[in-house]
């Protein structure tokens, strides 16, 4: 039989009734010839209720604690979903990560998955039962309970997806797939049929929230077909796959906007070897995620390098770049703060021309002037003033025709 | 060095400012040269709030995910109660019960401890470090989750403290220690100073609450010395211990009221062997508790059968007395609603006359009537009208001087 692995997140689970809604969501599938394996997240904003509790007695708890009081909310959540289902005349049996033996190092708050054993939930499937996973969590060597930590219960599924092959990776949401951009911004978006797991690993470090990075990168690397569907109807979602030929034929097929970001610029560095380095070496340390990086030179001696960070980065890294800034022989160090990030994404970049130019002209013709342009394979990202943040990701998704189904637009 | 074990119940750990109370007491014991173990129970209300959570999606909720449910609630307390000692700069682990491998059978939510492995606990302590494991769970040897039932904490501190071989189990409670009875009925009770575990375990099961009868029966057999104390104050408690020859001086040491009793007598039962057993099988299968029984012969073929119920198996216990009184010969059942029981207890009766008379004699001289007296070794107890129930025991704690410390009282 089949095995199919359906994770509900913290919203799909917040209360009785939504629980029940999710177990019957478990119960079609069974009804449908599916062994279930359901990976739940702790309800609703429980996590931020314990983080709290644990505050008022520690500015900075151990993390190995604070791995032992979070794992307690999925532990609730598979318990009463367990509850649900027996309700409902399902067997259905509950497992913390540490029961599972979900082995993970001993990064406590931000652990890695080592290896699943995969034979106990085979046993219970092969005995009829839904099996019912705490997702976020897993224990050490030493059983020492640990979390995955951001997008940690996507990661659990979709790892149990790749130990036990499932046929697929549902991720149940509160959205009904992953769409060409932000509806909010753009209300012509549309939902995706399908997107490969690079796309989507991009869209995801653009701030695409849909899905987490590392829980994508599993996918990718394990080869497992994952399904964001939305746990509020029975609408067809977004499939995450490896590339198909027939996604080449489009260009692109999202664009994303990051309003808060900034863009330090150290302004005549010594372009000697090993400059770069120990800048972003100390930027590091200093716990600084960096998104894209310029340089440019100015002389054969000299050169400007410009990097863009979040703004919530933007103080710890002005000092950390004030204080390493005579060692790299830098004259000043300019900021801008109101900066926006809009960017485009698709794999027919690889074999398109012309997307970079259809990107600047309809910025150009909307009157934003770019201030900086990094690229990746499948990615243009154009640095904007922020201001125009969202006018920019409208003429960028009318120009691409993210309004409409992949199938339907022009092949550039 | 010596081991102590410290348990801290619900209400004493309910908030972060209680959970810092304890952690100074813990501390101080440290200071004093202990290594101290901790265990804890679930914070405030929790257990009945997860109870609430389950039944909102089952109304009979399968036993082992109760126990995978409720079990979260011990392991946030003891990961807080980490929290708070190191932020007050002291080294803490916390461990679930299956963490240290406290083995019980499988017999959900009232699972018995089979064994622990102490060795974990005592790697940590000899690193200077303070254990804190979380009361009331166990893992069977399947390493399913299973909870310990009522009191359920009490009974995991003291084995813990037997595995350990502790020099005390300290369990901090809301009140000052045993009194020698019910201080809200008869204001000069006193604290006493230690008590026999066969007094606590009478009292226990007349229904005074401080200490579970499964913990103190356990601390019994494993030669546990239990030192019940107030976690608001630093007063010593009762310590729970042997019988020391001292104690042999005290007639009485405790008295106790249980007011929402009934007795139910079957009038005339064919008095041939057998009958007493089916009876009571019928209501053990019934899951009615029974506390005394009394069989008086009215002839030789016939008897009178009592027993007495708290009020809440009344219904059943009658439904099933009713059903089986033809089979007995039984003429009919006679149902006494408005009881309540009034006892005295201490191990002193074992070797002193006189102390029946003394319980008579006082409530006669309060003009009470007796209806039936039944006694253990180290207790007499006597059914009583409900509406002279506090003015029973108050007249027999007057009778037996326990408003005095033991050693004041006059050796009758």
Known sequence: MAILVQKFGGTSVANAER????????????????????????????????????????????TREMDQLLSTGEQQTVALFAMALHAMGYEAISFTGGQVKMLTDSAHTKARIKSIDADRIRKHLDQSKIVIVAGFQGVDENENITTLGRGGSDTSAVALAAALKA???????????????????????????????????????????????????FGKNYNVRIHVRNSANDNEGTVITHEVPKMEGV?????????????ITLVGVDNVPGNAAKLF????????????????????KKANLSFMIAIPDLDTAKEAAENIKDELGCESVFIRDDVALVSVVGVGMRTHYGVAEKMFGALAKAKINIDSITTSEIRISCAIDRKQAEKALKAVCVAFELDKPAIQRSKT
């Open 19 to 62: 629980i029940r809604r999710c177990a019957k969501k478990v119960i079609k599938a069974v009804k449908d010839g599916y062994q279930v394996v359901v990976v739940a997240s702790a309800r609703g904003h429980q996590t931020d209720e314990l983080i709290a509790d644990a505050r008022e007695l520690n500015k900075n708890p151990p």
């Open 167 to 217: 046929k697929e990776c549902e991720i149940y949401t509160d959205v009904d797939g992953v769409y060409t951009t932000d509806p909010r911004i753009f209300k012509k978006a549309v939902k995706m049929q399908q997107i490969s797991y690079d796309e989507m690993l991009e869209l995801a470090s653009l701030g695409a929230g849909v899905m987490h990075i590392r829980a994508v990168a």
């Open 251 to 263: 260009v692109v097929s999202g664009a994303t906007v990051q309003k808060d970001m900034a863009k």
């Open 281 to 300: 070496a100390r930027l590091a340390k200093a716990k600084v995620v960096i998104h894209d990086i310029i340089q440019t030179e100015l002389s054969p």
